[in-house]
Nanobody, 124 residues
Framework: QVQLVESGGGLVQAGTSLRLSCAASGRSFSSNAMGWFRQAPGKEREFVAGIRRTASNTDYADSVKGRFTISRDNAKNTVYLRMNSLKPEDTALYYC?????????????????WGQGTQVTVSS
């Protein structure tokens, strides 16, 4: 059974950093793109960052570009999201995601598996 377990969320002040981790189990996802989405109250779930099986191939939402860094460790079946210079508008429930094998976009419709989410709250 596939499981994605996120950790590392919390309550922090604006300007500080957090690192989220997502450990996958049940099968290897070294051939799949992985990513992070987030959903704030009353808003739709949105793409934050994605990383293809080649770790150098990454993409980010404009709102986090230059502040967030996604990385992966295929040996540990784990993906990370380093979040620097956090802002109150980054407050959301952050979800780890595994994309389908031939996903061609970073859209919600291309997700094969979701984690349960980890809350990030940034106070001003």
């Amino acid at each position: 059974q596939v499981q994605l377990v996120e950790s590392g969320g919390g309550l922090v002040q604006a300007g500080t950093s957090l690192r989220l981790s997502c450990a996958a189990s049940g099968r290897s996802f070294s051939s799949n793109a992985m990513g992070w989405f987030r959903q704030a109250p009353g808003k739709e779930r949105e793409f934050v960052a994605g990383i293809r099986r080649t770790a150098s191939n990454t993409d980010y939402a404009d709102s986090v570009k230059g502040r967030f860094t996604i990385s992966r460790d295929n040996a540990k079946n784990t993906v990370y999201l380093r979040m620097n210079s956090l802002k109150p508008e980054d407050t959301a429930l952050y979800y780890c995601a595994v994309f389908t094998t031939y996903a061609s976009s970073w859209s919600v419709g291309s997700i094969a598996y979701w984690g349960q989410g980890t809350q990030v709250t940034v106070s001003s």
